[in-house]
Each structure stands twice: as structure tokens, then as C-alpha cells.
């Protein structure tokens, strides 16, 4: 059975950052294209990265352009998300995703606020 499992959300500071985690099982990171998306609250959930099979090619929402990198560790099999230079905007409930099969973690918490 496909897990996804986040962690790494917390409360921050404007200007801050974070580093989110996604533990993958039991498929491996680097057989898979994998998305972070979020869900602001009372809004609905939005795209925030990707990356796909080779590792190669990164696509980013324009809001956190500049500021987020999507990145995977295969000896770890986890996804990652660093984020700098955080905003209140950025506030949400973050989550990984893989697109084949449509397989969601639970989510992780993310408050940024002064």
C-alpha cells in the first residue's frame, strides 16, 4: 500500500523558513514524478512544486518562485520541500502527492505569522 507520509510543518516567522518531509513507501522516489500542493485556509488546494522521473526538471508555482526548492533524497526515499523567506501567504496545510495513482499524505501544518 503507497504511503506518503509529511512532517517538518510548524509556526514561523515572516521572513523564516522550513524544511517540509515527505517519506515515501513502498515505491522509490526516483521511479515516480511527486507534487507539493497546499490548502490555504478556507481556500482550495493549490499546486506548489514538482519534479519529475530524472530529477532533472523542477516546476514551481509563481508565488513561491525564488524561495521554495523541490528536492528528493532516493537513500532517504523521502521528498522535500525547503522553504525561504516564508510570507503569512504561505500559511496552509502542505502535502505530497503522486500523480500516478493519485496517492496523497496526510498533510503537515504551516503557520507563518508574526
Known amino acids: 500500500q503507497v504511503q506518503l507520509v509529511e512532517s517538518g510543518g510548524d509556526w514561523v516567522q515572516p521572513g523564516g523558513s522550513l524544511k517540509l518531509s515527505c517519506a515515501a513507501s513502498?515505491?522509490?522516489?526516483?521511479?515516480?514524478?511527486l507534487n507539493w500542493y497546499r490548502q490555504p485556509p478556507g481556500k482550495e488546494r493549490e499546486f506548489v512544486a514538482s519534479i519529475n522521473i530524472a530529477g532533472n526538471s523542477r516546476v514551481y508555482a509563481d508565488s513561491v518562485k525564488g524561495r521554495f526548492t523541490i528536492s528528493r533524497d532516493v537513500t532517504k526515499n523521502t521528498l522535500f520541500l525547503q522553504m525561504n523567506n516564508l510570507k503569512p501567504e504561505d500559511t496552509g496545510v502542505y502535502y505530497c502527492?503522486?500523480?500516478?495513482?493519485?496517492?496523497w499524505g496526510q498533510g503537515t501544518q504551516v503557520v507563518v505569522s508574526a
Open positions: 502527492m503522486r500523480p500516478h495513482g493519485e496517492y
Open positions: 513502498p515505491f522509490i522516489v526516483s521511479n515516480f514524478a
